[in-house]
Structure formats: structure tokens, C-alpha cells
């Protein structure tokens, strides 16, 4: 099982980008499905999470600016980010807390590679 992130890069203050992170392998379905980011200097934190039945959270800090949303189909999750922000610049990783494989056991705390977001004028 893989999962692939995409879509960072460099945005202007007020800019927009959206994050994908599409997860590979013989999976039947999966559970919960988050963002998280880590800023240089700075611990790994939750930015926003969806359920499989579309529950989303996110940290104060992302609020109405963010959307987090999946495609269950595609076992994808995505992240809007719209009104960007300076302290917004992290790596992004997309994580998973459990993974239904196809005939097989559950695999959990499945990690993407991370992908750059960088906010600066």
C-alpha cells in the first residue's frame, strides 16, 4: 500500500492550492484520513481529518480557509487551502489510520511522503 502526495508549491499570500493524496494497493477501503503539516523547527500537527462517512475536523488555525474531502472511489483525500498564509508553509503529509486490505488483516498509521507548501511573496 502506497499512498501519493501531490499539488504543493509556492503561493502567494491569499493564494490557493489544493492537495491530493491517492493511496495504491489491494485495499478494500479506508477509515479515517487526514493532513497533517510540520514546520521547520516545528512538531508534526493535525491540520484537518475526514471520515469515511465525509466527518471532518481541523485545527483553529485552518478554519474556513481549508476544505478536506475524499473520494472514497479513488481513495483519494484532498485539501483545499484557500486565504494562504505565511505560517500556512510546511511539509503536508496525508495520513490514514487504518487500511481495509482486500482478503487480508488491516494495516494502521499509514504515512505519505510529504509534499512542500511554501507561502511568500
Known amino acids: 500500500v502506497q499512498l501519493q502526495a501531490s499539488g504543493g508549491g509556492l503561493a502567494q499570500p491569499g493564494g490557493s492550492l489544493r492537495l491530493s493524496c491517492a493511496a495504491s494497493?489491494?485495499?478494500?477501503?479506508?477509515?479515517?484520513m487526514a493532513w497533517y503539516r510540520q514546520a521547520p523547527g516545528k512538531q508534526r500537527e493535525l491540520v484537518a481529518g475526514?471520515?469515511?462517512?465525509?466527518?471532518?475536523n481541523y485545527t483553529d488555525s485552518v478554519k474556513g480557509r481549508f476544505t478536506i474531502s475524499r473520494d472514497n472511489t479513488k481513495k483519494t483525500v484532498y485539501l483545499q487551502m484557500n486565504s494562504l498564509k505565511p505560517e500556512d508553509t510546511a511539509v503536508y503529509y496525508c495520513?490514514?489510520?487504518?487500511?481495509?486490505?482486500?482478503?487480508?488483516?488491516?494495516?494502521?498509521?499509514?504515512w505519505g511522503q510529504g509534499t512542500q507548501v511554501t507561502v511568500s511573496s
Open positions: 475526514i471520515s469515511r462517512s465525509h466527518t471532518t
Open positions: 495520513n490514514t489510520d487504518r487500511i481495509y486490505l482486500v482478503g487480508g488483516n488491516p494495516i494502521y498509521d499509514n
Open positions: 494497493g489491494r485495499i478494500f477501503s479506508i477509515n479515517y
